[in-house]
């Protein structure tokens, strides 16, 4: 069997370490101002907006829809969920041999999930695909272009058995080395035969393709929206994943946004073994040959790129796959084995919970993935990141050119509308403002003359008064308070009493004598409180002016709580 991964991705050579990918589509991107850019930038997040994608993951066996949304805390959402199971396709059998069954179930399991999207988002087997990078003289995005459409760049880089006619090419530029004079092109490339098949079966279901990703780069899509909703503390640059079942089986190593992908051959004696067998004896022989290859791609990465892999991310459509995870633990003891979780950090509402509430929810992954797909109509998403805006749709060009001329209009009308609008609130404002402050002028004057007299007498009559109460309060400054004596010598009086004397009554006769009454622990507590209020700016002379034991008074521990009034004689101010 042919690796559709071979020679995936190399590494960057140490003269352009430090040099960013640029990541480019399969079209031409030319200079524009600041302007322009910002522009089409707001139109591409209004137009992605507006656009829902519905992922659709066709198997033999089962069809998988999902869709997913953002709301306003910028958090996911997911919107839709429906798996719809079905039988009628001969074992080993697959979706292209079976196309008028599988979109017969399509257009069943839509009804069933009540989805009203029709732009669809689907995946291809790995091996329906042709991946590699290839490596090209540096040329400009005019020169990129002008070979590709008279197609000596693919004939003299990638050497296909059948015409390049024959089939769907998607391209994208992920490096660039002006030091070797160099750049890196991915090339993903797929008989028009199949992409035409797994349309009509779209079509037929009643939807509509927008988006025909690779199963692998669907995979890698997940991984970048879990990774980013988790925040993990690990290194953000380096994530492992494993694919590991009946259908597919590979290693996956995102390497600063980039996959480098190995394939892992099994036999079809082995996918009987993962399908049926019980046999121990069988099962751990097919565990060493499938890490012997899994330990020999994350040595080959860890060599090349000095990057040490701890955890693996596993996807997997094995009912029994945590017994082989145990497995895989004990032949790679310092390498983790985890189920990747799709839906982890993703709002699920309460009615899906239970349609996602399973142990192993790791092979909605691809789905998943496809559902975070958005049209990429004027280039939003295309530089961002390398391998994030696969699309093998041959239209695809057709498509996202309707899709901007829609936006566009829609801008534009609403823009005009808006303008228009604008324009007459403003007219009208003025006229209404206008025509009010006319009437005002002129409607009631008298009226306004008459209650212009009434107020003038009023005015009169509440100066008179003013007058009297200016002159009472000038009265009120010449008369004397003792206010703010008294408040000083009860501050003072509180701030002289011991932790252990309690006041009971305090009198004072408005001149010069304050009498405290209170009861206190011991005689020395009471001396304390006449020392200490002696001691006071305010107070002449303080002393006890007699002592008693009240009877029926309660005893604490050894000492009988003592009745005392003391007697304050303040000062003159």
């Known amino acids: 069997m042919k690796n559709p991964f071979a020679n995936l991705f190399k590494k960057k050579k140490k003269d352009d370490a430090n040099t960013p990918p640029v990541p480019q589509g399969g079209e031409s991107k030319k200079k524009e101002g600041f302007f322009s850019k910002l522009l089409k930038n707001r139109l591409g997040k209004q137009s992605i907006k507006g656009e829902e994608i519905l992922g659709v993951e066709l198997t033999p066996t089962e069809i998988r829809l999902s869709q997913v949304s953002s709301n306003k805390a910028n958090q996911w959402v997911l919107d839709k969920f429906y798996v719809h199971k079905f039988e009628g396709i001969p074992e080993n059998g697959t979706v292209l041999e079976n196309p008028d069954k599988v979109a017969e179930e399509l257009k069943l399991a839509l009804q069933k999930s009540k989805i009203n999207t029709t732009n669809a988002a689907i995946a291809i087997p790995v091996t329906s695909a042709i991946i ?13 272009k002008k070979a590709i459409d008279t197609d000596s760049l693919w004939e003299n880089l990638v050497q296909l ?8 090419i998607f391209h994208q530029v992920i490096n660039r080395d002006k030091t070797g004079n160099t750049m890196d092109i991915l090339f993903v490339a797929s008989k028009l035969s199949d992409i035409n098949s797994y349309t009509d079966i779209i079509k037929k279901g009643g939807l509509n393709a927008v988006i025909i990703d690779v199963k692998c780069f669907a995979l890698k899509s997940a991984v970048d929206q879990i990774n980013q909703i988790a925040g993990s503390i690990e290194d953000s640059n380096l994530t492992a994943v494993l694919e590991f079942g009946l259908d597919e089986n590979y290693v996956m190593i995102l390497y600063e946004n980039n996959p480098i992908i190995t394939d ?28 012997t290859q899994v330990k020999q791609a994350v040595q080959d990465f860890e060599q090349k790129y000095e990057k040490r892999i701890r955890n693996l991310k596993v996807t997997s459509n094995l009912q029994n796959v945590e017994d082989y995870l145990g497995s895989f633990r004990k032949n790679m003891v310092n390498t983790g084995y985890n189920l990747f979780d799709p839906f982890d950090g993703i709002k699920i509402p309460a009615q899906l919970e239970n349609d996602i509430k399973m ?7 691809t789905v998943m993935g496809l559902a975070f797909r958005k049209l990429d109509v004027f280039g939003y998403y295309k530089f961002v990141t390398a391998v994030k805006n696969i699309n093998l749709l041959p239209n695809r060009e057709n498509m996202i050119a309707q899709k901007k001329a829609k936006a566009f209009s829609n801008f534009a009308f609403k823009g005009v509308v808006g303008i228009v609008s604008l324009i007459y609130v403003v007219l009208f404002g003025l006229s209404f403002w206008q025509i009010t402050d006319l009437n005002k002028k002129i409607e009631g004057y008298d009226e306004i003359l008459q209650t212009h007299e009434l107020k003038t007498l009023e005015k009169n009559k509440y100066a008179k008064e003013i007058g009297f109460m200016l002159k009472s309060l000038q009265l ?8 703010t004596v008294s408040f000083r010598v009860l501050a003072q009086i509180a701030s002289a009493v011991p932790k252990r004397v309690k006041f ?28 200490n209020l002696n001691n006071k700016k305010l107070i002449s002379q303080a002393s006890l002016a007699s002592m008693t034991l ?20 303040l000062e003159q101010v």
């Open 132 to 144: 590699r990078v290839v490596t090209a003289p540096l040329m400009t995005d005019e020169e990129l």
């Open 161 to 168: 058995t059948d015409n390049l006619n024959d089939y769907s």
């Open 264 to 291: 892992i051959f099994i036999r079809s004696q082995d996918r009987k073994t993962l399908q049926e067998s019980n046999n121990q004896e069988e099962m751990d022989a097919l565990v060493r040959r499938y890490m």
């Open 359 to 365: 142990d192993n929810r790791s092979y909605f992954s």
């Open 476 to 483: 009120s400054k010449s008369i004397k308070s003792n206010k």
């Open 504 to 531: 009971s009554k305090i009198e004072y006769n408005g001149s010069d004598l304050v009498v405290i009454e209170g009861t206190a622990f011991s005689d020395q507590d009471i001396l304390k409180l006449i020392s």
């Open 550 to 569: 009240p009877q029926g008074q309660q005893q604490q521990g050894s000492q009988t709580m003592k009745g005392f009034k003391v007697a304050c004689v």
